[in-house]
Structures are given as structure tokens and as C-alpha cells.
């Protein structure tokens, strides 16, 4: 008899994931890498996309000129790592990024209703291992502006990271932007 082993799993890279991109094995596919895996997203319901675009309309002008929003386009945060958030607000210039995607970002929007939990524990464990201070979710369940920040280290968390500080802001209450001092954002602009 052989020894008794457990299956290993294939941990991809940036590189395989974007080899398989570039020959069309991912084709017709909404995809993001995490941490070496492939996970298939659900289609953007019109709901989804009416939250991002009113997200985006409200927060890319309190950043101005040296900064530009992302939206659903990779942000490579780390070698196993290629996340498409919903709204990433970078720092520079479009065309600073012609040949290599953004490694950080200012502000990370995810909106979410069905996948409450992954958006919370993974994609924040994600985003706090990256460094990522301002992580935002647009809690379409609860109606609810969920705000993650201090990324600190804890064993537990998905990927070794987690958010210290979590603020749930609803209806007429505002949050500011950590990048902008003196910015604010009233939540209700935020939900259609």
C-alpha cells in the first residue's frame, strides 16, 4: 500500500492566471484571482450597477484630478492575488497604468446583497493583507454603509489580516474619505 496523502490544491500565480486569459481559457467568464484560486462572480444584476455608478459619481469628485476611479478592472495586490473590485480610486494618471495594473489603491468600493459574507471575510481579509486603509461595502440588504479600516495582522482572518476599526453608517449620516481630510459622503447618495 502507498502512503496516504491529501490532494494538493493548484495555487495559481498572476502570471499562469493572466497566460490563461491571454489564450482565452477564461473567455466569456467573470473571473478574479484570490490568493491562487479562481473564483467565478455572479453577473452585475441592474441593481448592482446603478450602486456603482451612483458610488463612483460621488466619491471620484472629492478625490479631483490626481486620482481616477477603477471600476471592476484588476488591482494586483500581490503574486497570487488579481481582485476587480467594484470601485478602486487610485492615485495618478490613466495611462501611468498602460502596461501593469495598479498594486494599491486609496478607496476599495465592493457593493454587495448575496455575497454579504465573502465581501466581509474574504475580500476584507484580502484588502487588509494588501494594505488597502479605506475598504468600503455597500450593504444593499441592510441598506447600510459598511466602513473598514486600521488592516492589522490576526491568525483567524482568511488570509492572515483583518480591519481593526468597522463602522456601519446608514441613512443621512456622512463619512469622510481618510485620503481627503475634510471630505464627506452622506450615505443616502450612495442607495438609489
Do not use: C
Not at 479631483?64 to 494586483?76: I, K, T
Amino acid at each position: 500500500m502507498g502512503i496516504a496523502t491529501e490532494p494538493q490544491v493548484l495555487r495559481w500565480s498572476r502570471q499562469d492566471y493572466n497566460q490563461m486569459a491571454r489564450v482565452g481559457l477564461l473567455a466569456d467568464k467573470h473571473v478574479e484571482l484570490i490568493e491562487g484560486q479562481v473564483i467565478v462572480m455572479s453577473p452585475m444584476g441592474s441593481l448592482h450597477a446603478t450602486i456603482v455608478a451612483l458610488a463612483a459619481k460621488v466619491v471620484e469628485p472629492l478625490f479631483g484630478p490626481s486620482y481616477f476611479v477603477r471600476w471592476q478592472m484588476p488591482l494586483a495586490i500581490g503574486p497570487f492575488s488579481e481582485p476587480e473590485p467594484d470601485i478602486a480610486m487610485i492615485k495618478g494618471a490613466i495611462r501611468d497604468y498602460a502596461t501593469d495594473h495598479p498594486t494599491t489603491a486609496a478607496l476599495i468600493i465592493e457593493v454587495t446583497d448575496t455575497l454579504l459574507s465573502y465581501d466581509r471575510e474574504t475580500k476584507g481579509s484580502l484588502y487588509a493583507k494588501a494594505g488597502i486603509a479605506d475598504y468600503w461595502i455597500i450593504n444593499l440588504v441592510d441598506r447600510q454603509l459598511e466602513v473598514y479600516r486600521q488592516p492589522a495582522m490576526d491568525e483567524e482572518a482568511a488570509y492572515g489580516y483583518r480591519y481593526a476599526q468597522q463602522s456601519i453608517i446608514t441613512g443621512s449620516n456622512t463619512v469622510s474619505l481618510l485620503e481627503i481630510p475634510g471630505s464627506s459622503v452622506i450615505v443616502s447618495d450612495l442607495l438609489p
